[in-house]
């Protein structure tokens, strides 16, 4: 019961950090981060939490989505926002390949404009097929893309890995999709 009430709550969080802070009537500042006294106050009318429930829901997180400041006063989702946040990441040099997960259906629009960020801040790309199969997996019937990440890099666009290890970037031209056909 506790681990069904961890992964609600995870999932609110990501809400509240990502997209839509003012759910609860917060704002996240120019960084993306929270106060975690508020979020833990204004939380409280949905899911009542506390200091340590937080923290432990942070630690177990399975991909690392939330972390703290030093302090342990603010708190704020590694990656995947909607709302325009300076994560302050460090362009980075990718692997040469990465990999995107995404439906079949989304392939004839794909191939057209390549990979767009959609509602998000970035384009989400992962070292590791497992992973990029399980992100597309959450839309259907899968698809794995092979980026050029390395010869994107080389061209002058920018990368960042987020603390929690998801490869980002603003866009993927179609040109540096290697389409199996
Ligand atoms: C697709 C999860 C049509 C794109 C995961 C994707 C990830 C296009 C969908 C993170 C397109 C957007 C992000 C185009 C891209 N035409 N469709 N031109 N360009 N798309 O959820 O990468 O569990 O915003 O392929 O692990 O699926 O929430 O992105 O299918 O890291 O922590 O548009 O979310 O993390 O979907 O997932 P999403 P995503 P969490």
Request: net charge positive; hydrophobic share 40%.
């Amino acid at each position: 019961m506790r681990e069904i009430n961890k992964k609600q709550i995870s999932k609110f969080l990501s809400l509240i950090l990502r997209h839509q802070p003012e759910e609860i009537g917060i704002t996240l500042d120019a960084n993306g981060w929270a106060d975690v006294q508020e979020l833990i106050d204004k939380m409280g009318k949905r899911y009542p939490i506390d200091r340590a429930l937080l923290k432990s829901i942070v630690a177990e997180d399975e991909k690392q989505r939330y972390v703290f400041n030093d302090k342990g006063t603010k708190i704020r989702a590694q990656q995947g926002h909607s709302v325009s946040v300076d994560m302050e990441f460090e362009v980075q040099e990718p692997p040469e390949y990465l990999y995107h997960g995404t439906a079949t259906r989304f392939m004839a629009s794909i191939r057209k404009e390549g990979l767009l960020p959609q509602s998000r801040q970035y384009v989400h790309l992962s070292k590791f097929l497992a992973t990029a199969t399980k992100v597309g997996q959450r839309h259907g019937s899968v698809v794995v893309l092979t980026i050029r990440a390395g010869a994107m890099h080389r061209a002058g666009y920018a990368f960042y890995l987020s603390g929690n290890g998801v490869w980002l970037t603003k866009e993927v031209p179609a040109a540096y999709i290697a389409f199996k056909e």
